[in-house]
């Protein structure tokens, strides 16, 4: 494919097309009239040699290779815009620019609740956009990169992209306070035989494959889409939690649970900002990850 032929504002054609399905409000959208956007889906059929979208009764539906395109369509249009604004120099207290950053809750109050004061502190107009870490991150991780400005992750889930280390954190167990099969100590085999609340996503693959070669199969009788809502599915049951030592003592207050200390040397987590290498020479970018590089270190001297 020679890129250096292609008309790159067919791209901004492209996502309107697909994502209305409607000529008229797809001009509309990108500031086009329609016969200018008959035009460019023209030229994006004859390119693709697929009519993108087909006429079904009144309205159009998006053809096999349509539905593909609509999300790689997104993706492209994600990196286009994140190349064009880059920028030589960035003065943080003169700027207005919004960063997005994937990732967990639990990285969100541990690390991201910091990060946003400071950002706040030294650069008002710019804005902090954190959104869920999608479940298929570690199947192609290029392209979760390509369409955020960083991946708050710990080291063990994914690799062979560019990271700044931030801190450290540790596993432990929680339990109910008034437990009563576990008093201080935990042992191997009240892991295999209580019930457990399990953190759904692969975040914390790393010490779940640790459990598994130790022997140790969690029986998961809750499964959870948040760190912050185990405490509360523990307290008052025979369950156990795995979860990471800065959080627990976070949620210390909301639920009457106590953290115990693995019956094994568990494998610490090292949490870092990963990002794509189109950002690594972004003024914007650099300072972005220095920032976060700050609170990182402020976090683990704290």
């Not at 492209?76 to 207005?96: C, H, I, K, N, W």
């Not at 950002?279 to 650099?286: E, G, M, W």
């Amino acid at each position: 494919m020679n890129l250096a032929r292609l008309d790159l504002n067919l791209v901004v054609a492209l996502r309107a097309l697909l994502e209305e399905r409607n000529v008229t409000r797809a001009g509309q959208r990108v500031g086009l009239s329609q016969p200018a956007m008959s035009a460019a889906l023209a030229r994006l059929r004859r390119h693709f040699d697929d009519d993108l979208l087909a006429r079904v009764g009144g309205h159009y539906e998006l053809t096999a290779l349509g539905q593909v395109l609509l999300d790689r369509t997104s993706t492209a249009y994600d990196v286009l815009e994140r190349l064009f604004a880059s920028q030589a120099d960035f003065d943080p207290a003169g700027e207005t620019r919004e960063f997005k950053l994937i990732a967990s809750d639990y990285a969100v109050a541990v690390f991201g609740t910091e990060l946003a004061r400071v950002v706040h502190e030294e650069g008002p107009g710019i804005r902090l956009r954190f959104t869920q870490t999608p479940p298929g991150v570690t199947d192609d991780t290029a392209t979760t990169l390509s369409a955020c400005d960083g991946l708050l992750m710990p080291h063990g889930v994914i690799s062979d992209f560019p990271a700044t280390d931030l801190y450290e954190d540790r596993w432990v167990f929680l339990v109910a306070d008034d437990h009563p099969g576990v008093g201080e100590r935990l042992t191997r085999d009240d892991l295999s035989r209580l019930p457990w609340v399990t953190y759904q996503r692969t975040y914390d693959a790393p010490a779940v494959r640790q459990l598994g070669m130790l022997g140790v199969e969690p029986r998961a009788e809750v499964s959870v889409d948040s760190f912050q809502l185990l405490p509360l599915l523990v307290a008052g049951t025979r369950r156990v939690a795995l979860v990471q030592a800065r959080l627990a003592r976070l949620l210390a207050p909301l639920a009457p649970v106590r953290t115990v200390e693995p019956p094994y040397e568990a494998v610490p987590l090292r949490e870092a900002l990963w990002w794509h290498p189109v950002h690594t020479h972004d003024a914007a970018h650099i300072w972005l990850r220095e920032t976060a590089a700050r609170v990182g270190r402020r976090l683990a001297g704290g």
